[in-house]
């Protein structure tokens, strides 16, 4: 049950948003999920600082999970988002975080796993 969060500070337009979708659906395998669980949410046009300025292109994307996953695999799905978000939106790395949350308590379908 990953649930993958993106505050981002421009638009994104609705190609942009499938590119997003289709690539992060597969780079979620790196934390041992699938794309048959994903759920995204975009959050578009934030006001954003970073460094005391506001940028142009910074984006906050929150990773959370069902259970959880090792360091090693949350380093290379980092990355991997950089990578996505760089290629698709033109963010550098050095303007993305991201925050990764893992929790044993998961609900769904009116009851928890």
């Not at 993958?4 to 992060?24: D, G, H, R, V």
């Not at 925050?99 to 796993?113: E, I, L, P, Q, V």
Request: hydrophobic share 35%.
């Amino acid at each position: 049950m990953p649930y993958i969060n993106t505050k981002y500070s421009a638009s994104i337009t609705p190609e942009q948003e499938t590119a997003i979708k289709s690539a992060l659906g597969e780079a979620i395998a790196l934390v041992g999920k699938s794309e048959g669980w994903l759920m995204l949410g975009f959050e578009q046009n934030c006001s954003m600082y970073f460094k005391g300025e506001k940028s142009e292109k910074i984006a906050f994307v929150e990773v959370s999970l069902f259970g959880g996953a090792s360091s090693s695999s949350y380093s290379k799905l980092t990355g991997e988002i950089c990578r996505i978000y760089g290629e698709v939106l033109g963010i550098p790395a050095d303007k993305i975080y991201v925050k990764y949350s893992a929790t044993d308590d998961w609900g769904w379908n009116g009851r928890n796993f």
